[in-house]
Every structure is written in structure tokens, then in C-alpha cells.
Nanobody
Framework: QVQLVESGGGLVQAGDSLRLSCAAS????????MAWFRQAPGKQRELVAA???????NYADSVKGRFTISRDNAKNTVYLQMNSLRPEDTAVYYC????????????WGQGTQVTVSS
């Protein structure tokens, strides 16, 4: 498994942008499928965006056109560029990793708080 550390969260106003980073330690990062999840107070954790080891990305409908997931295998890092932020994007954002496609994500970071004020 890889160890994951998120960073880049903060307090911003509606319409602003943030870029989250997830740094991975361990071997073979390039072989992992990565994803960003978020959990708002009182709600279940939801998938925001995912990127395969081959670089194919998919997004939750609520963030399509606003968020972009990317990875830099040379830096063992996955990013989430978030533009046009909305108050409903407020949540703790988590990075997840899995080795096998369509299996459960089994490595998690500690999360980073994103708060969007109106």
C-alpha cells in the first residue's frame, strides 16, 4: 500500500480556485488508480474525481467542467484543480488509492478541509 498526504485546502470565497495535492510514498505509484473523495458534515463520503493508472479521468456530475484531476508520476503526486468553487463544495477532501481497478480504495490520506464562503 501507499501512504497518502493531502494538502492545499483552505478558506476561499465562492468563485475562487484551489489546487489540492496528494503526495504518495511507497513503490509503484504509477500503477495505482487514484481518486479524490469528499465528505461534508452529516453526509456520506462521495467520489469527486478519479484517474486511472493510464491517466483516464472521470468526475462526479456536480463538479464536471469545474474540477480537473491530474497526476504526476515523477513526483508521486495527484492533484485536484478546483475552479468556480461553490459553498456546496465545502467538505473534507480525501485522497484514495487502489491497485486493482473496480476494487475498493484501500489507502487513504488524513483529509484536507475546503471551506467555501458565499
Amino acid at each position: 500500500q501507499v501512504q497518502l498526504v493531502e494538502s492545499g485546502g483552505g478558506l476561499v470565497q465562492a468563485g475562487d480556485s484551489l489546487r489540492l495535492s496528494c503526495a504518495a510514498s511507497g513503490r509503484a505509484f504509477s500503477s495505482y488508480h487514484m481518486a479524490w473523495f469528499r465528505q461534508a458534515p452529516g453526509k456520506q463520503r462521495e467520489l469527486v474525481a478519479a484517474i486511472t493508472s493510464g491517466g483516464s479521468a472521470n468526475y462526479a456530475d456536480s463538479v464536471k467542467g469545474r474540477f480537473t484531476i491530474s497526476r504526476d508520476n515523477a513526483k508521486n503526486t495527484v492533484y485536484l484543480q478546483m475552479n468556480s468553487l461553490r459553498p456546496e463544495d465545502t467538505a473534507v477532501y480525501y485522497c484514495g488509492a487502489r491497485r486493482i481497478f473496480n476494487s475498493d480504495y484501500n489507502s487513504w490520506g488524513q483529509g484536507t478541509q475546503v471551506t467555501v464562503s458565499s
